[in-house]
């Protein structure tokens, strides 16, 4: 599975073997040495260091996003690398960032042991996303995309599903499972 989410929901619903395109949001990373920190400690140096205001009603959007007042920005006490001092930075890759290549990589050769590839609910705007569906249809794998927009990769799609990914994999995910009678017969769902 990959995923182009940074929120580490994937692992909690259970999923063991989940690539983070774009990194993870509870994970901090030291610009000089690399080591990764866990938000939540960096988290407490902030508020060690600082005095921030109570969030405002519905303040902290689900992708960790928060609108902070412009003068802010020059009261920041910023915590620094707990191992070396150095910059720390949100292990995400931001809008204008590159997905380190060694990710890119981990994620080809899982699509070129699949037998085909299934995108659900990406408009696959953005390369990163979007050059796994292009890989796959140059392997000639197949390619199903859910989504109730259109898409980038439409034209490479064997097959396109314009719905919500929520109610359309819960019913799929019923008929895939084994009737009665089969039950110990090795039926499975693909992940
Ligand atoms: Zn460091």
């Known amino acids: 599975m990959i995923t182009q989410n940074v929120d580490g929901l994937h692992q909690r619903a259970g999923s063991a073997r989940v690539v983070d395109l774009h990194g993870r949001v509870d994970r901090v990373r030291c610009l000089s040495c690399a080591t990764l920190h866990e938000r939540g400690s960096v988290q407490a140096l902030l508020a060690a260091d600082n005095n921030f205001p109570p969030a405002p009603p519905g303040g902290v959007r689900p992708d960790g996003d928060r609108e902070v007042p ?6 920041i006490t910023l915590p620094q690398c707990p191992r070396c001092t150095g910059e720390l930075m949100p292990d995400v890759v931001f809008f204008g960032g590159a997905v380190p290549a060694n990710r890119v990589i981990t994620c080809i050769d899982a699509l070129e042991r699949a037998d085909a590839l ?3 609910g990406s408009s696959l705007v953005v390369f990163s996303g979007f050059r796994f569906c292009r890989h796959a249809h140059r392997l000639g794998r197949q390619l ?3 989504n109730p927009g259109v898409t980038r990769a439409d034209a490479l799609a064997h097959l396109r599903l314009r719905s919500q990914a929520g109610p359309l994999l819960a019913a799929t995910l019923a008929l895939l499972e084994p009737a009665p009678e089969c039950v110990g017969g090795g039926a499975g769902v693909a992940g």
């Open 70 to 75: 412009q003068e802010w920005l020059h009261q």
């Open 118 to 120: 299934l995108a659900i």
């Open 144 to 146: 199903a995309i859910i």
